[in-house]
């Protein structure tokens, strides 16, 4: 048995396990009458209501002292003061340095980082300032107009999910496309839509040597250059954000052009930094600074409030139990907010290239299950597609719905629908609905007696389903950015129970080797020694 199992938390749980399988949740309920008041909480503007979860109070100590044995205090405190616990690559995990608002210093290597942290922010708000105030001209004398945000992964989503989610927000002066695939497909059809003299090219890659992000923006030089434009009109249109500022430069970027980062930033954890120039140019500095702000206080909430009133301690602790105790292998996200639709997308790179690990720190293969997989979409889509299987299959899923009780431009009659559907899902996963009430409806509809027996086997719903259901006032920057902070936390507090760097990627790496490997076939000749299924793909593309 590994270590981690051998913990007398997880050891109890086990037991409690075995005990819960046999409950309902109706029951709970029923049994309690102050469940939702023991099992809710606020924080950040974020109202988290987890009474809908298999789970009992001795389940919820167990969870918090497994939390204790595991030591996550300590793991928390490692992170915010720059101990390089991302220990494969030797780095300090700091995104958290990017929206301290404190005053105090964070220490790496006996150096201040906060001095860099506020220099970019300066050069990100004056930037933004020349670019809407049409100051910054491009090459033709025109204002900048339009953004086009190139960049994947971490140097994608981040941007891309926020300036969605903040539509409300976004500045009429200027408007950003992002383009993330190497398919291209993606950069030409963008670039069909671009008037090069109102456009620049914001080029985001931490490494600056992702394939996709580099090709993409070479195709987007030379179509500039097509347009009879001159090599010195590339500074006015392209600007770059990389923690390779050598390699940027060399890549024939304005040196002045380069937005830098620190290389304590992780890529999925990189929004806060300068990759939010993007945010920056669609929804103005001065919100953007508000999503740091948010992020800052739901980091603040994380690091002082004990683990029973802490949010992103609450929601790593269910995850675990779930996946760890309850058989559960995924988890879906539900936002009810149109605006937020991309979210699942963000949460699946940010928990599942942190998470999606078996490798202790040290080194270590473990026997118990590590991150779920993340998926999900935008309620009520979901409704009238995947919902059949989380409702009535025998896989155990566990939901965040996540709803905003105010919208823009607010339309009572939808809002109101939209509540009630997402409400409603909560009710109908947790409580379900019996054989016998399934046969009595049947039999008021006039069933003949068999019939009814079949058909209503095929209504019953098992119910017992978990969900958490996040309110929030309304989505404006600053709650935003405690929910995405709470969520990188609830991370962080899963991966110090499972024991895992929850901060390099090892995993991506042999796919980007072999890739190239297939494309020197591709442009070469077919090598003899590859295996028959890859050497037939390649000669079938090259024959096409
Ligand atoms: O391949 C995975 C990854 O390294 C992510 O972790 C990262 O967010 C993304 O690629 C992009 O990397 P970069 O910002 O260095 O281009």
Known sequence: MDRIRNALAWQKLDKLAALVKRQHMKDYFEADQSRYEKMSLDACGIHLDYSKNRVTEDVLSALLELANERAVSEKIEQMFSGVPINNTENRAVLHTALRNFSGKPVMVNNKDVMTGVLDTLAKMKAFTASIHSGEHKGCTGKAIKNVVAIGIGGSFLGPKIVTEALKPYQDKACKVKFVANVDGCHIHDVLAETDYETTLFVMSSKSFGTQETLQNTLTAKAWFLAQGTEEKDIAKHFVAVSSNVKAATEFGMDANNVFPMADWVGGRYSLWSAIGLPICLSIGYDNFREILQGAFEMDTHFQTAPFEKNMPVIMAMLGIWYRNFMGAQSHVLLPYYHYLRGFPAYVQQLDMESNGKTCTTDGQFVEHGTGPIIWGSEGTNGQHSFHQLIHQSNVPIPADF??????????????????????????????GKHFEACYDDLADAGLPEEERKRIAAHKTMPGNKPSNTLIFEQLDPKTLGALIALYEHKVLVQGAIWDLNSFDQWGVELGKVLGNKVLDMINGDIDTQADASTQALVAKFKNA
């Open 402 to 431: 996540m709803f905003p009780l105010k919208v823009p431009n607010q339309d009572d009659t939808h809002h109101a629908m939209l509540a009630s559907n997402c409400f409603g899902q909560t009710q109908a996963l947790m409580q």
